[in-house]
């Protein structure tokens, strides 16, 4: 059974540093991993989706990659800010199934500190 | 840009009643699906829909479950008798491609919160 782990569940740094968060899972067997942004009390914001062929995907200050054989993803956060600060998840899609459910880690909860 | 939208944002309810949560996804996307997070845990997959009939389903997604897509935009998720430990953010999301396809994105609505009293 897929699971996926996310590390730290919590980190604070100050502004303008360089961040990156970690997601592990236990089954090499994914279709994509999708990493997403939780504000409190509102929904999943879609940050980037990497497909199982690709290696890393960017957007902006942000950048995922993944790595496969290893189990494992980062996202790496450039020059952070306060409005950064959030809960960060990552998912994977599993084969198998049929439409295939996405298995999320717990988080990480990221402040980002004037 | 399209978004996912859902209603109410906050339901409250007494323990054995009927609960509708309704969704509109993305009017494009053809595969939509729901999810739940009970408070301090994992986002978890109830169910995912798709040419009107389910096409996957969790454990957590039991009888007193169901999903309904009644006209050409909207996506609900009725639980029949609510009972305390439903108490969670639902999660509405649709994606314009099924599983087939390594790209597909999940886009989120913003959730409804029930209380269940």
């Known amino acids: 059974k897929q699971e996926v782990t996310q590390i730290p569940a919590a980190l604070s740094v100050p502004e303008g540093e360089n961040l990156v968060l970690n997601c592990s899972f236990t089954?090499?067997?994914?279709?994509?991993l999708q990493w997403f942004r939780q504000d409190p009390g509102k929904g999943l914001t879609s940050l980037l989706l990497?497909?199982?062929?690709?290696r890393e995907q960017t957007s902006g200050r942000l950048n995922a990659s993944l790595d496969k054989s290893s189990g494992r993803s980062t996202l790496y956060i450039a020059a952070s800010q306060p409005g950064d600060s959030a809960t960060y998840l990552c998912?994977?899609?599993?084969?198998?199934?049929?439409?295939?459910?996405?298995?999320f880690g717990k988080g990480t909860k990221l402040s980002v500190k004037p | 840009e399209p978004e996912v939208t859902q209603t109410p944002s906050h339901q409250v309810t007494q323990m054995g009643q009927e609960v509708i949560l309704r969704c509109v996804p993305i009017?494009?996307?053809?595969?939509f699906y729901w999810y739940r997070q009970i408070l301090g845990q994992k986002v978890e997959f109830l169910v995912s829909?798709?040419?009107?009939?389910?096409?996957?389903k969790s454990e957590i997604f039991d009888d007193q479950f169901s999903v309904e897509r009644p006209d050409g935009s909207n996506f609900t998720l009725k639980i029949r008798s609510t009972k305390l430990e439903d108490s969670a953010m639902y999660f509405c999301?649709?994606?314009?491609?099924?599983?087939?396809?390594?790209?597909?994105?999940?886009?989120f609505g913003p959730g409804t919160r029930l209380t269940v009293l």
């Open positions: 829909f798709y040419n009107n009939e389910i096409s996957e």
């Open positions: 089954d090499s067997a994914i279709y994509n």
């Open positions: 009017s494009n996307h053809l595969y």
């Open positions: 999301a649709s994606s314009q491609t099924g599983v087939a396809l390594t790209y597909n994105e999940q886009f």
């Open positions: 990497i497909q199982s062929s690709q």
């Open positions: 998912a994977v899609k599993n084969y198998g199934g049929s439409q295939g459910n996405l298995i």
